[in-house]
C-alpha cells in the first residue's frame, strides 16, 4: 500500500506529496440546478427548470393552487472533496417563493480537495425571494469553498442564510482541521454593496475558540435581508435580542440587514433562527418569510 505522505504549507494547508492519493482521484459528484419562478394571475410559477445529478428539486404540494416552496435535495447523501454543486434562483417580477433542502448538508472529510458550492440568486422588482437552507454540518477535516452571489433590485424584497455546525453534535466530535472558505457577494441595482468572507484553514481551527473569534461556538449563521422599510426592521429585529442559548446582533450596512447569530449547540441556533423568521413573517404580513415547512419535517 502507498503511504500517505503530508506535509504543511506556509500557511498551514496540507499539501500532498508526488503520489500521494487526492480527491480528484475518485469519481466525483458534479450536479445543480437552474430555477427561474415568476408570478401570474394565478400565483407564482415555474418558468424553468433544470437539474443534474446528484439534486433535484421538489414542489411539495400545499394544497394551494400556485408554488409556494421548493425543496432541494442532495441523493448522493452529502459532499465530499472535489464535488462540485451549483445553484441558480431567479425570481421575476410579481413572483414569491422561498426555496430550502430537505435536510442538512453533511461535508466529509476530504484528502485534498474543497468541495466547491457555488449559490447565485436574482430578484427582480416586485419578486419576493427567500434562500433558507437547512444547516452545512462539517466533518472534521472536512474543506469547503462556498461562494454565495446575490443581484437585488430597487422594489425587490429578499431573505438570505447560510449556515454552519462544526462538527457532528451527536457524536461529540471537534473540528481540529480541515479548510472552510465561505463568502458573500451582494450587488444592488448592478453595484456591489456588501462582500464578505469567512476563512478557516487547518492550524487555525484550535484558536477558534478564543473570545476574539467564536468564543467556543461551533454552530453559526448569517442572514441577509433587503427589504423597504429597513430602519423600522432593523429595530423590529433588535427588539428580538436576547435569544436565549444564542448571541445575536444585527446592522444595516449597504441597503442590506445583516444579522449574525452564534451558538454552543446547533439546537438552540435552529431555535433562534425560528424566532427570527417567525417575527419576520409577522412582521412582513406573510409571503415567503417564514420557516420553511421542511425545516418541521
Not at 506529496?17 to 415568476?38: E, H, T
Not at 442538512?104 to 480537495?113: F, N, P
Amino acid at each position: 500500500m502507498q503511504a500517505r505522505d503530508w506535509h504543511a504549507t506556509i500557511d498551514g494547508s496540507p499539501e500532498t506529496c508526488a503520489g500521494s492519493p487526492s480527491d480528484n482521484d475518485l469519481q466525483r459528484a458534479m450536479g445543480g440546478v437552474r430555477i427561474v419562478v415568476a408570478g401570474s394571475a394565478r400565483g407564482t410559477r415555474i418558468a424553468h427548470i433544470f437539474q443534474r445529478y446528484p439534486v433535484r428539486v421538489m414542489f411539495p404540494g400545499t394544497g394551494r393552487s400556485d408554488m409556494r416552496e421548493v425543496v432541494l435535495v442532495n441523493s448522493s447523501g452529502g459532499v465530499a472533496g472535489g464535488d462540485r454543486l451549483e445553484f441558480a434562483i431567479t425570481a421575476l417580477a410579481n413572483a414569491s417563493a422561498v426555496v430550502t433542502s430537505q435536510a442538512a448538508e453533511k461535508v466529509y472529510r476530504a484528502l485534498s480537495e474543497p468541495a466547491r458550492i457555488s449559490t447565485r440568486l436574482k430578484v427582480s422588482e416586485d419578486a419576493k425571494l427567500a434562500w433558507l437552507p437547512q444547516e452545512t454540518i462539517l466533518f472534521n477535516r472536512a474543506r469547503l469553498s462556498r461562494e454565495t452571489s446575490i443581484d437585488v433590485v430597487s422594489g425587490a424584497e429578499l431573505l438570505a442564510l447560510e449556515w454552519l455546525v462544526l462538527g457532528r453534535a451527536a457524536h461529540g466530535e471537534e473540528v481540529t482541521a480541515g479548510h472552510i472558505n465561505d463568502s458573500w457577494r451582494v450587488r444592488i441595482d448592478g453595484r456591489l454593496a456588501w462582500a464578505d468572507g469567512f476563512r478557516v484553514t487547518d492550524g487555525m481551527f484550535p484558536y477558534l475558540c478564543s473570545r476574539a473569534l467564536l468564543s467556543g461556538s461551533n454552530a453559526i449563521a448569517t442572514l441577509l435581508c433587503f427589504c423597504t422599510r429597513r430602519d423600522r426592521r432593523l429595530e423590529f429585529l433588535r427588539d428580538l435580542a436576547p435569544l436565549p442559548a444564542c448571541r445575536f446582533a444585527v446592522t444595516s450596512v449597504g441597503g442590506l440587514l445583516v444579522a449574525r447569530f452564534a451558538a454552543d449547540r446547533p439546537a438552540s441556533l435552529r431555535q433562534a433562527l425560528r424566532t427570527v423568521l417567525q417575527g419576520l413573517d409577522q412582521e412582513f404580513g406573510g409571503g415567503p418569510f417564514g420557516v420553511p415547512k421542511m425545516w418541521s419535517c
